[in-house]
């Protein structure tokens, strides 16, 4: 089973930056889509960023400029760049690789923005 692997989180004063990158443990195929949600305490889990087999990335209204997503295809990974963040950008991160057959999950990472 493949497994995906966040890594980046962490505590950062408001108007700073993170790089969240997901790595998966083995190869997946016929990728459709990457995608970065969070989940805040109190909340539903949201979708941040998208990106799909083509490269076509789609945004949150909420982090559109702020946020960028990226992938790897040779490293197999993808990366949200958060910039400019704010007290409401603190959630649990997660990564999430679809494809025709599987929707695969990472186990999350914690963003902390202090105002």
């Known amino acids: 089973q493949v497994q995906l692997v966040e890594s980046g989180g962490g505590l950062v004063q408001a108007g700073g930056s993170l790089r969240l990158s997901c790595a998966a443990s083995g190869t997946i195929f016929e990728i459709n889509a990457r995608n970065w949600y969070r989940q805040a305490p109190g909340k539903q889990r949201e979708l941040v960023a998208s990106?799909?087999?083509?490269?076509?990335?789609n945004y949150a209204d909420s982090v559109k400029g702020r946020f960028t997503i990226s992938r790897d295809n040779a490293k197999n990974t993808v990366s949200l760049q958060m910039n400019s963040l704010k007290p409401e950008d603190t959630a649990v991160y997660y990564c999430n690789v679809v494809n025709k057959w599987y929707a695969y999950w990472g186990q999350g990472t914690q963003v902390t923005v202090s105002s």
């Open positions: 990106i799909n087999s083509v490269g076509t990335t």
